[in-house]
């Protein structure tokens, strides 16, 4: 995106030129990606799982049976499944075939309301959508063929395959869903107004202003050419919270990896992110986080210090390795990562601004 989020009056000297990037913040799953050739007696019973599925048969024929349908793929034919779909598999002809297999979740919320929407499961060879997976997936599975045996850069490249197909995807399944253009519109329109949230975020801190001075949601909307309202209301819709909340969500995102890094002072830390006041920041922290800063400092400490320990000391066997990251440090990691419940009476998840 051309041009800068924030007025020109925060800056010295004059930009003539920039292009900002919204920070990258995602989660990606893949599970059980395989590239398989079984034999004409191979059968895979009925079963469902939380993730996407994407299978592509390379040679032969298979039969699927999904929710009660019959799918018959042919090689170059590919099914797409989304979630608690239960499936089966065998052979369509009692003679070997070779298939790709892929799960996958991803916490996209544009993407997954895409594909969502989409009601199509099997997609044919010939048909405008296999036309323009067909070279993503070939990558991905050239990668997939030596995996087994890569260096990091390797798995890198598998990495990188996999988003070269998502985005592949959603171009091709934008092409094919019957997607009526004022609910594009709206999706489009909140994912505008999160990326110029991220981006504010990236450049408050990179300026260091004070939360006071600020430019917010309501310079966004005007900047969209839209009332304060109807971003709340069209962000609400999309995405399932408040851009207000959101962005408080991206704040205390990186509060926390700051908090991570043992080099920095809390009073640093809450003038990087724009408080003047330190109490306001350990305030707002623990509304949301259910702990102080000082309290999440340390645990990350104690976490950190005693994995390194673990790797590092070779009498720890693996049974006590999987003991111990399945008992307590996985408690530690997921308070720190926020995944358990707050403690009473913090319910807010917004920072008072």
């Known amino acids: ?39 004409g007696e191979w059968e895979y019973p009925m079963h469902e799982h939380p993730q996407f599925e994407i299978n592509y048969v390379l040679e032969g024929r298979r039969l699927m049976n999904v929710g009660g349908t019959k799918l ?32 996958f979740n991803i916490d996209e919320h544009l993407f997954l309301s895409l594909l969502n929407r989409i ?14 997976m067909e070279p993503a997936l070939s990558k991905l599975i050239d990668i997939t063929r030596v995996a087994g045996q890569s260096s990091m ?31 594009y519109e709206r999706v489009e329109l909140a994912h505008q107004i999160r990326t110029r ?15 006071e001075r600020r430019y917010g949601i309501d310079d966004i909307a005007a900047e969209l050419g839209i009332s304060a309202s109807h971003c709340n209301r069209v962000f609400r819709h ?7 909340v959101y962005w408080s969500e991206l704040v205390l995102q990186q509060a926390k990896s700051l908090l991570s890094d043992s080099q920095l002072s809390i009073q640093h830390i809450s003038s990087v992110l724009g408080y003047n006041d330190i109490a306001h920041f350990s305030r707002q922290f623990k509304r949301w986080s259910g702990m102080s800063p000082r309290e999440y400092k340390q645990l990350h400490a104690a976490v ?10 070779p009498a720890i066997s ?22 358990l419940p707050l403690r009473k009476g913090n319910k807010s998840n917004s920072m008072s601004r």
Not at 119 to 132: A, G, I, N, V, Y
Not at 304 to 313: A, C, I, K, P, W
């Open 304 to 313: 950190t210090e005693g994995e390194q320990v673990r790797l590092n000391d």
């Open 318 to 339: 693996t049974d006590r390795r999987s003991s111990c990251e399945s008992g307590t440090g996985t408690f530690h990691r997921e308070r720190l990562a926020g995944k």
């Open 238 to 244: 999309v995405y399932g919270t408040a851009p207000r």
């Open 197 to 211: 949230l991220q981006g504010l975020v990236s450049q408050h801190f990179k300026q260091g202003i004070p939360i």
């Open 153 to 183: 850069a390797q798995r890198m490249r598998l990495y990188s395959a996999v988003f070269d197909l998502f985005g592949t995807l959603w171009e091709a399944i934008s092409n094919e869903a019957d997607i009526r253009s004022s609910v």
């Open 72 to 103: 018959t793929q042919q090689a170059g034919d590919l099914i797409l499944l989304r979630p608690g779909l239960a499936h089966s598999s065998r052979s369509a002809d009692r003679r070997p075939f070779t298939y790709f297999c892929i799960h």
């Open 119 to 132: 009601e199509q499961t099997l997609f044919h060879r010939d048909s405008p959508l296999m036309r323009l």
């Open 1 to 39: 995106m051309t041009g800068s989020f924030l007025p020109h009056s925060f800056f010295l000297g004059h930009t003539m030129d920039e292009v900002i990037l919204p920070d990258v913040n995602i989660t990606v799953n893949l599970f059980g990606i395989h590239l398989r050739s079984v034999g």
